[in-house]
Each structure stands twice: as structure tokens, then as C-alpha cells.
């Protein structure tokens, strides 16, 4: 259990945690879990992270979420199978001010979670901001990965990569939606990403995979692992404890949506393994952001 306090937050709510799993696009295995900030509010519900990281930039509340969700997800990650690597966001933001790295250093140290199970997801932008860079080097040098998030949205060279050790590149969802009828500039970017990546020793994942094509497809290309709604909707903390603790890892199937293969060969549907009745607010009760956020921060819905 964590022996610091928890934060105590500007804006009005309460943050948790749900859990997107990463599988390896060929087979189906369970490769990692990918830590997902949410926000409940008191009366209007749930908030979107969209919403939610720019009233925290705002309410100067970033730094706590920051230290709250690297320590949470670190300390739910002990939990699970030491195969299944734990990814967590951050902004360049965070970076620049040299929050993320003691973020990561305050976590592992006060949960154990070992450094090299743990991912940290950056943007594009922060990979070539040369006031990210001290941050960059301090994750990287506690033997934590590193990973490019979004790659392709705006396009650069891959040297920056090399320089901080990226270990993984994320493709953008956006060249995956309709990548089954594209057969343009999304298959295009999708195929060299993969081949850039790999030539420079990094992995590949492709992002927001919402059908068995475009899993199929990325597989063609090379990919080495996907995320999205075809796979799985994020898990809740008990759920993604159930799927990730082992000692038999998942195999999700690549021809069926929310579809588990058992090692007999049978097929079980993801959502009646689901267990949590409580994971957070519906989304329903999502409410968006006034144009501008109060100075106060306090009635802020995030």
C-alpha cells in the first residue's frame, strides 16, 4: 500500500483508473494494459480526460493528478502477471517542468513495481522539445520504457526517437478507422511507421483497431501489437486485475469482437467474464466544459 497521503484536488471530484488492454495483433495474447484517467464529479458525473487535463493544467492540479495516477496504476500493476506491462500517459507539459520523472521515481519506490514492466506513453511534440529532454533522461535512465503515442499525426524524423530510447511507436487511430477500404495515405503511413519502427529496433502498435480487418490488415503490415474497441472497451480496476493477474494469460480473438479464446478452443464472450456491477459513472452522465474555466478551479467539472 502507498504511505504518502492522497492528494487533495482543486477541482471537485475524485480521479480513477480504467484499463485498456494491449494484445499481440497476431496471436490474440494479452501483451499489457494501458492506464486511463477518469474523473468523477459530485453532481455531474463522469468526466472526460479531453475535459479533464486541461482544467487540471488550468487549476494547477496536474502535478498531484500526475503523482496520483502513476502511483495508483504502479500499485494496482503489482498485481498482475510480471509479463503484462503497465503504460501510462503523460503530456509534455509535465515534462517540461520535470514532474513525470519524479512522479515515476516516488512511485516505484514506494510500491516496488518493477521499472521495466512499467511504460511511459509521451506525444511527438515532447519527444523533440529540447526542455522535455532532462525528463525524458531521467525515466529512461530508471530503466523504465519509453513510448511515442499518436505517431504520425505530426510527422518528424525518427532520430529524436533514437536519441531517448523509444522503445515502442503508437500509430494514430485516425490512420486505422477505414483502413480496410483505404488504400491510400492510411495504408501508406500505417506500413512505413511499422517498417521505420522495426528497422530501428522499436515495436509497433496500432491504435483504436475497431474491426477484424483492420486487426488482419496491421497484422500484414507488421504490426506487433493493437489496442481498441474491437478487442475490449477499458476495463475497470477489478476487471483488468481478473484478466491480467494470470496464471493463464488471455488470448483475445482476432475474428470476433470481445471475443476470449480458452485454451480448448472455445469461445467466450469478454463481457460475461466482466464482474465489477460499479466501474464509474455511465458515460452517459458526461458533461462538457464551460468555454472558459473559473479562476477558482473549484466548480470546474473535471
Known amino acids: 500500500m502507498l504511505t504518502y497521503p492522497e492528494p487533495t484536488f482543486t477541482l471537485q471530484g475524485t480521479p480513477y483508473l480504467e484499463y485498456l488492454p494491449v494484445v499481440d495483433v497476431s496471436t ?31 487549476s494547477g492540479d496536474i502535478g498531484p493528478l500526475t503523482r496520483w495516477i502513476v502511483a495508483a496504476a504502479c500499485e494496482e500493476a503489482c498485481h498482475w502477471s510480471r509479463s503484462i506491462q503497465l503504460g501510462v500517459n503523460c503530456t509534455v507539459e509535465q515534462l517540461q517542468r520535470g514532474e513525470v520523472s519524479e512522479a515515476v521515481a516516488e512511485a516505484l519506490r514506494e510500491t516496488g513495481f518493477p521499472s521495466d514492466q512499467l511504460n511511459i506513453e509521451v506525444t511527438e511534440d515532447a519527444v523533440v522539445d529540447p526542455t522535455a529532454s532532462a ?14 503515442d499518436d505517431v504520425g499525426t505530426n510527422w ?73 474497441f474491437f478487442f475490449a472497451h477499458p476495463l475497470s480496476r477489478v476487471d483488468s486485475r481478473s484478466f491480467a493477474a494470470g496464471p493463464d494469460i488471455p488470448v483475445f480473438s482476432r475474428t470476433e469482437a470481445h471475443t476470449l ?30 468555454q472558459s474555466v473559473p479562476d477558482s478551479g473549484v466548480q470546474a467539472p473535471n
Request: no cysteine; aromatic share 4%.
Open 156 to 228: 518528424s524524423s525518427f532520430e529524436p526517437f533514437k536519441r531517448h530510447a523509444i522503445s515502442t511507436v503508437k500509430i494514430d487511430g485516425s490512420f486505422i478507422a477505414g483502413l480496410e477500404s483505404n488504400l491510400g495515405i492510411n495504408r501508406l503511413v500505417v506500413e512505413t511507421v511499422i517498417h521505420m519502427a522495426h528497422s530501428l529496433g522499436m515495436s509497433a502498435i496500432v491504435e483504436q483497431v475497431e474491426n477484424a480487418a483492420q486487426a488482419r490488415i496491421s497484422a500484414g503490415f507488421g504490426a506487433d501489437a493493437a489496442q481498441g
Open 28 to 58: 490474440g495474447r494479452l501483451l499489457g494494459m494501458e492506464a486511463l484517467v477518469r474523473w468523477r464529479h459530485p453532481t455531474r458525473g463522469r468526466i472526460s480526460p479531453d475535459l479533464l487535463i486541461p482544467a487540471a493544467e488550468a
Open 261 to 290: 479464446l480458452l485454451a480448448n478452443g472455445e469461445a467466450v464472450s469478454v463481457d460475461s467474464l466482466l464482474t465489477d456491477t460499479d466501474p464509474g459513472p455511465d458515460a452517459s452522465s458526461a458533461v462538457t466544459l464551460p
Open 135 to 148: 525528463d525524458l533522461l531521467a525515466i529512461s535512465d530508471m530503466g523504465v520504457q519509453l513510448s511515442v
